[in-house]
């Protein structure tokens, strides 16, 4: 079985004038959220054996709370940064693990998201997390099959 998390980053400050978009910090909110959306992905029992993120200042903060929550070792990837869809799957498959995360941004979640959910998921919010698992172990076969199962968690729910 081969599960796949993604979360899209928590909710970022744009307040900072002249601040890089690379270095944007995470706002009130998303200090709050990512800690809170962690520890609920650590309830459900998921455990990835690594966390691949953005190096992003707001995505590796966001996924520094979920390596602590999860216990799970976490591999920052400047090419995560503004990916597509399609790049962050293959950087998930890449890795041969069963069990992956990846935090990165939008458009590229969203994407991802509506695509392996088959429509299902319209839109990632920040610090969303969707869940999606295959009934196979090969990464080569799960990329190429919709997920036979999928959820999703929002810090508003």
């Given at each position: 079985?081969?599960?796949l998390v993604?979360?899209r980053?928590?909710?970022?400050?744009?307040?900072?004038a002249?601040l890089?978009?690379?270095?944007?910090l995470?706002?009130a909110?998303?200090r709050?959220?990512?800690?809170?959306?962690?520890?609920r992905?650590a309830?459900?029992?998921?455990?990835?054996?690594?966390?691949?993120s953005?190096?992003?200042?707001?995505?590796?903060?966001?996924a520094?709370?979920?390596?602590?929550?999860?216990?799970?070792?976490?591999?920052l990837?400047?090419?995560?940064y503004?990916?597509?869809?399609?790049?962050?799957?293959?950087?998930?498959a890449a890795t041969?693990l069963p069990r992956?995360?990846v935090v990165a941004?939008?458009?590229?979640?969203?994407?991802?998201a509506?695509?392996?959910s088959?429509g299902?998921?319209g839109?990632?919010?920040?610090?969303a997390?969707?869940r999606?698992?295959?009934?196979t172990?090969?990464?080569?076969?799960a990329t190429?099959?919709e997920?036979a199962r999928w959820?999703?968690d929002?810090?508003?729910?």
């Amino acid at each position: 079985m081969i599960e796949l998390v993604i979360a899209r980053h928590a909710k970022s400050d744009w307040g900072a004038a002249g601040l890089d978009d690379h270095e944007r910090l995470l706002n009130a909110r998303g200090r709050r959220d990512a800690p809170e959306m962690a520890r609920r992905l650590a309830d459900s029992g998921f455990r990835p054996e690594r966390i691949l993120s953005s190096t992003a200042v707001r995505a590796r903060t966001t996924a520094e709370a979920f390596a602590s929550a999860l216990s799970a070792p976490l591999v920052l990837d400047a090419e995560l940064y503004g990916a597509p869809g399609a790049k962050l799957l293959a950087a998930a498959a890449a890795t041969a693990l069963p069990r992956v995360m990846v935090v990165a941004h939008d458009p590229g979640m969203t994407v991802l998201a509506d695509r392996l959910s088959g429509g299902g998921i319209g839109a990632m919010p920040t610090c969303a997390v969707a869940r999606f698992v295959w009934d196979t172990d090969d990464w080569d076969v799960a990329t190429a099959l919709e997920p036979a199962r999928w959820s999703i968690d929002t810090p508003r729910d």
